[in-house]
């Protein structure tokens, strides 16, 4: 067991189309000293990106925001980040940044970043089906659109 705050965290990113605009939120959810919950919403947009990207940088994202080491359950409907971090990295990793069938890993920047995080946090990284009903994946899939389509509103007249 661990003396580390706990948190849980849902994540998700998107484009529309992929790739073009692209939106990214996280809900971070954690329990007050008087056992209250309380929950932060955290997000942001691209003009020009891709899906995967707005998925790696919601959960970096997400990670940055808590102030000091935590235990964390990362909730995501993205196999590619999930996956990514249970599956691959540790390959990509040993062979230099370089897929198993030796290309260049796509996004290492995020990866890169994301691996930082991921040593400073315990992390159970868990996969949630999207658009099936849990309650924090609908409400962070609408804070990604929300945040991707500010970025196609007209600017305001003057």
Known sequence: ??????VTI???GGCDPNPGPG???????????DGSPYEREIGGAEPDTTNNRMELTAAIEALRALKKPCQVTLRTDSEYLRRGITEWLEGWVARGWRTSGKKP???????QAL????????IDWQWVKG?????????????VA???DRLKEPPEAG
Request: proline residues 2%.
């Open 10 to 12: 849902y994540t998700d």
């Open 115 to 122: 691996l930082a995080e991921k040593q400073r946090h315990e």
């Open 23 to 33: 939106g990214w939120a996280a809900i971070l959810i954690t329990t007050r000293a």
């Open 105 to 111: 890993v796509k996004n290492q920047d995020l990866w």
């Open 1 to 6: 067991m661990t003396d580390r705050p706990q």
């Open 146 to 148: 929300e945040a991707r």
């Open 131 to 143: 658009h099936a009903g849990d309650e924090y994946n609908e409400r962070v899939d609408r804070l």
